[in-house]
């Protein structure tokens, strides 16, 4: 997913040009800018020095990328202010997605929420926003620094996952239910995915000496694909302990192939995200653990972060969202919470409006 692009400056430049005289156009016509935009009668920064902002995220066939927009709306609503929310029609939708912000782009928004597909398909967008001197701020999955770099983009702050981080939960998690060690397998999403790769390499690095990683596949985010690769690879493994997988969604498909051969229980399977169907596996003990990363307050930090700006104040410039380890201690504790976190975490915008 993060194909990265560096395009040269003078050629971001001249796309930057060609997108503007685009949606002058449309605007002279009198057509909406974008597929499904919701323009609302308010001047840009919203009553009372309020921002009007405007989100792009990834695509709501996921439950994760729901919490995230409820987050956005939730916040949007207990601080008043306007919030369009526009999402890619799948997580591999990198074209949609860009075509959503471009057109969100020519409307009157003073602050712009982005949880890009990857780390280059909305750098043209993002660069007529900086060229505009509108906020930016990036959740979730990061700009490509690089990208950002060459085409002049400014982002105001970034809050998101030290997905490093989770996989090292993930990793100390798997020693402690494996004390005698043994050999494990890590089922990946998309090969070259930033994400998918810093969990991996974090489980790698919180692992104890006596677990051996010995097969490492990519599973595409996907289900069925995860539960056809853990068959083969339990095949192929026959004294295999454990999996790490990257998301919850593929860690299911993991479980019913682990189930289906007969060994629930005896291989055990970590994963990460958190989602409500994975929560409720943990509790049954279908699956042993899951590092919850929290969607909802990812969104919802974001647009805190919008009200914050337009307040005058200095953002931080990186924001490390909540992580938690479920367990089946836990699992009843995170349900009861979820979408939220039920433990404390640090919010610096919410200081920073109040």
């Known amino acids: 997913m993060h194909a990265n692009s560096r395009n040269g400056r003078a050629a971001a430049v001249g796309a930057i040009v060609a997108l503007e005289a685009l949606v002058l156009a449309a605007c002279a016509s009198g057509e909406p800018a974008g597929p499904g935009v919701r323009v609302e009668a308010a001047a840009a920064g919203g009553p009372a020095g309020q921002p009007r902002i405007a989100a792009v995220i990834k695509g ?30 799948s997580i591999t939708d990198t074209t949609g997605q860009a075509d959503k912000l471009n057109g969100l782009a020519g409307q009157d928004f003073s602050c ?9 398909n909305l750098i043209q967008g993002l660069a007529r926003l900086s060229m505009l001197n509108k906020t930016v701020v990036n959740i979730d999955s990061p700009v490509d620094p690089a990208a950002a770099k060459s085409a002049n983009v400014k982002l105001a702050t970034y809050i998101g996952t030290d997905n490093v981080e989770a996989g090292k939960m993930a990793g100390r998690r798997m020693t402690e239910l494996l004390p005698s060690g043994g ?33 490492t596949v990519a599973a595409n985010w996907e289900r069925q694909m995860a539960l056809t690769a853990a068959t083969d690879v339990m095949r192929a493994n026959p004294n295999l302990v454990g999996f790490f997988v ?32 994975a929560l409720e596996a943990v509790k049954a003990g279908t699956l042993d653990g899951t590092v919850s990363q929290y969607p909802y307050a990812i969104g919802h930090m974001g647009v805190e972060a919008c009200q914050a ?13 909540p992580v938690e380890m479920i367990t089946k201690d836990n699992a009843d504790q995170a349900l009861a919470s979820t979408p939220k976190p039920f433990g404390a975490y640090d919010d610096p915008f919410k200081a920073l409006i109040q």
Do not use: C, E, W
């Open 112 to 120: 712009y929420v982005v949880n890009p597909i990857s780390g280059t």
């Open 60 to 89: 709501l066939d996921n439950p994760f990328f729901q919490a995230m927009k409820q987050g956005i709306d939730d916040q949007a609503r207990a601080g008043g202010v306007t919030v369009t929310v526009q999402a890619a029609n």
């Open 246 to 277: 990257a998301n919850d969604d593929m860690g299911l498909g993991v479980a019913r192939a682990i189930a289906n051969s007969g060994k629930t229980g005896k291989v055990k399977v970590i994963s990460v995200d958190g989602n409500k169907d």
């Open 183 to 215: 050999d494990v397998a890590v089922i990946g999403g998309i090969a070259g995915d930033v994400t998918s790769g810093a969990r991996v390499q974090g489980f790698q690095q919180g692992i104890g000496p006596n677990l051996k990683v010995v097969q």
């Open 309 to 321: 700006a337009a307040a005058g104040k200095t953002l931080p410039p990186n924001v490390k969202a």
